[in-house]
Every structure is written in structure tokens, then in C-alpha cells.
């Protein structure tokens, strides 16, 4: 099992999803959306190569190739990552309806 380190900008993508979900459905939502991030971030920690690699080579400068899974019940949500050889490093929760070229300007 490898554990995930989380990049600053992939919190910060998190809380605000997270907030948004809470303005759009109360508490109950935002937890759901909480819980259903971390049993993803789970389930890579033991199985890293479950994400496509579909999205690799768009951004550069990676140390290993970009991969993304779609969280359960909230699908538009993606984590993007990849994996080193000691851990994972999760670098986005992008909303997908926002586009690629958007996560790759940011």
C-alpha cells in the first residue's frame, strides 16, 4: 500500500468542491462528497494503477506518468495523480465539466 501525499493545490481543490456541495445540498452533501473522495483515495493507495493514464504527457515536468479516477456518485469530480516509487501524489480534484484545457492553464 502506498500513501497519498496531497499537493496544496489539490486540498485547496477539495475544500472547494467540498463548500460548493455544502451550498448546494447542506452538511449531508458535503460529507458525502468527503466521504466518497477519501474511500478513492483509498482505493488507489492499494490498487495505484486502477486511474487511467488517458491524460499522460499533458502536463510536463511529471515524475511519473499523470493518472486520474473519477470519484463514485460525484463522476464530474476527477483525482488527478501519479504514483512514485515511495507514495502517491495526488495533484488535482478538478471538476471535468470545467475542461482540460482549464486544469492545464491553472
Known sequence: ???ARWHDQALQDADEAAEWYAGQGGAPLELAFI???QAAVNRLQVTPGAGSP?????????AAPLR????????DYLIYYIE???HL????IWNARRGLYALLES
Do not use: S
Open 1 to 3: 500500500m502506498k500513501h
Open 54 to 62: 488517458r491524460h499522460d504527457g499533458l502536463m510536463e515536468g511529471l
Open 35 to 37: 466521504d466518497a473522495l
Open 68 to 75: 486520474f479516477m473519477p470519484i463514485r456518485r460525484f463522476d
Open 84 to 86: 512514485l516509487p515511495t
Open 89 to 92: 501524489q495526488v495533484l488535482r
